[in-house]
């Protein structure tokens, strides 16, 4: 449904007009696939309730991409590029926490991400880049910082950080898997 509205040129001007004035919750979406017109079955949810929210999500170079967005507070953002065959699901509550995101994942093999944020300022930012990536990252406290990075297949990654100030940065480069527990409160 989505890519039938936003061939809409009224809707395009619509939304580039609100991002422009800089509306809250404002959503920017970019649907097409590979090649313009190829069945894509990209699925976008988004549902944001609060101030200053904002969402950037490029699927033009997906195929069966998804991605699940829900956000609370104020001034929280994503920004999330999916190419490939590509899963997300990014849910954020509290207020000046982001999320950046890009995912690049195969036919039967897609890069799954589940991102969970709450607190004040904490800061993702993650890349998927191979065959059937997974990853679950989550946030709570006050100025945490994660930084992954999946290149290559197989690649699985649990990281949880629970405080304030944390910092945490994992690369995988094919068939790992980490789990990482992080606490300073």
């Given amino acids: 449904m989505a890519r039938a509205l936003m061939r809409s040129p009224v809707i395009w001007r619509a939304a580039f007009i ?5 509306w809250p919750a404002a959503p ?3 649907q097409c696939g590979a090649i313009c017109g190829e069945l894509r079955a990209h699925t976008v949810e988004i549902s944001q309730n609060g101030d200053e929210l904002s969402v950037a999500l490029d699927q033009s170079q997906a195929r069966r991409a998804t991605a699940r967005i829900t956000q609370t507070g104020q001034a ?17 509550a ?6 950046s ?3 690049s994942g195969e036919i039967g093999a897609a890069a799954r991400l589940w991102i969970s944020q709450a607190g004040e300022g904490n800061s993702v930012d993650a890349t998927q880049n191979g065959a ?3 990853a679950a990252l989550i946030q709570t406290g006050d ?4 930084q992954l990075d999946q290149i290559g297949p197989d690649n699985a990654a649990f990281i949880a950080q629970s405080g304030a100030e944390l910092a945490i940065g994992v690369t995988q480069t094919g068939g790992g898997a980490i789990s990482v ?3 300073n409160r």
């Fill in 18 to 22: 609100a991002l422009l004035l800089g």
């Fill in 28 to 30: 920017a979406l970019a």
């Fill in 76 to 92: 929280n953002s994503v920004n999330l590029v999916q190419s490939g065959a590509s899963r997300a699901n990014v849910s954020q």
């Fill in 94 to 99: 509290g207020s000046g926490n982001s999320a």
């Fill in 101 to 103: 995101l890009t995912q």
């Fill in 132 to 134: 059937d990536n997974r």
């Fill in 143 to 146: 100025g945490n910082a994660l």
């Fill in 181 to 183: 527990f992080q606490h």
